[in-house]
């Protein structure tokens, strides 16, 4: 174990990500992750239950969604949250789309008043969108459906937050709510050594006992590891091609992971590739 210096995880590694949040032993910090980011609008959510990530089309000709977590709470609301670790074109449009799939859930019952529950999609971004750059202050965007007259809100159901965690850049000392403090950990866990005094809480004392490295077992070990090599890998490439543009590193990353069998819509979400690009690099 000698490859990685870091004593705790990276969060935006897709393991970092799923040990935190995606696992039944740390439900509880999920269910305090959201609590503090949703309790102006759903009060308390006491008990959250995951459910299957991959979501088939109606047919088999259809597109399927494939969320990091997706999960419902003691009212029937579905929670899709997301770690997205570089810029995609047209994310917002796969957002939205994904956002679909528990809408249509709820119309497959047997009875249906068309009454819906509300559904949140969660966005922990690891990128600013271009069109939010020079906004260098505002890192978190709470949208719903407004009528353009009176921005006051016209459907309450469907909710989508996103969060650029490169503007997060907020000093320890400077946290305000304990929302700060989860974003903190989010972005700052894998470079400290030891947990903060200001930190300790039940639920960020849970955050460092489970993120631990040295804690892994062999296995989990060469997973993170894995994980943490294709992040890294990925992130140079991003510094690397700090546009759109897809260069030559990042196409022969798409044509690897196509090789050893990795999913079009992971290789897209992961890279930026459109998935109709990474389809023509499979022909090719």
């Known amino acids: 174990m000698d490859n990685i210096r870091e004593k705790y995880i990276n969060p935006f590694t897709d393991f970092g990500f799923k040990r935190l949040f995606g696992e039944e032993p740390n439900k509880d910090l999920l269910l305090d992750f959201l609590n503090e980011l949703l309790k102006d609008l759903e009060g308390n959510i006491v008990d959250l239950t995951y459910l299957k990530s991959e979501k088939l089309g ?58 819906l529950k509300a559904v949140y999609t969660i966005g922990i971004l690891d990128f600013v969108f271009d069109e939010d750059k020079n906004d260098k202050d505002k890192y978190r965007y709470d949208i719903k459906l407004k009528d353009i007259d009176t921005n006051k809100v016209f459907y309450d159901k469907l909710t989508f937050i996103y969060f650029e965690m490169p503007k997060f850049n907020k000093s320890i000392d400077k946290l305000e709510t304990r929302f700060d403090k989860w974003l903190y950990v989010l972005k700052n866990l894998h470079k400290l050594d030891r947990l903060p005094d200001s930190l300790r809480e039940k639920a960020f004392e849970r955050v460092f006992e489970v993120a631990e490295i040295a804690k892994f077992s062999i296995e989990e070990y060469r997973i993170y590891e894995d994980s943490l090599k294709y992040y890294r890998d990925l992130k140079n490439v991003i510094d690397t091609a700090r546009d759109n543009a897809i260069d030559k590193t990042t196409i022969e990353i798409a044509k690897n992971l196509l090789q050893n069998g990795v999913n079009v819509e992971t290789i897209s979400k992961s890279t930026g590739i459109t998935i109709q690009q990474i389809e023509k690099l499979r022909v090719e």
């Open 58 to 115: 109606i047919t088999e000709h259809e597109r399927k969604a494939i969320f990091d977590l997706y999960c419902e709470n003691e009212k029937g609301e579905k929670f899709i949250v997301e770690m997205q670790k570089a810029k995609q074109n047209f994310f917002k449009d796969r957002s939205i789309f994904y956002s679909t799939f528990p809408i249509q859930e709820q119309a497959q019952k047997a009875e249906w008043n068309f009454e």
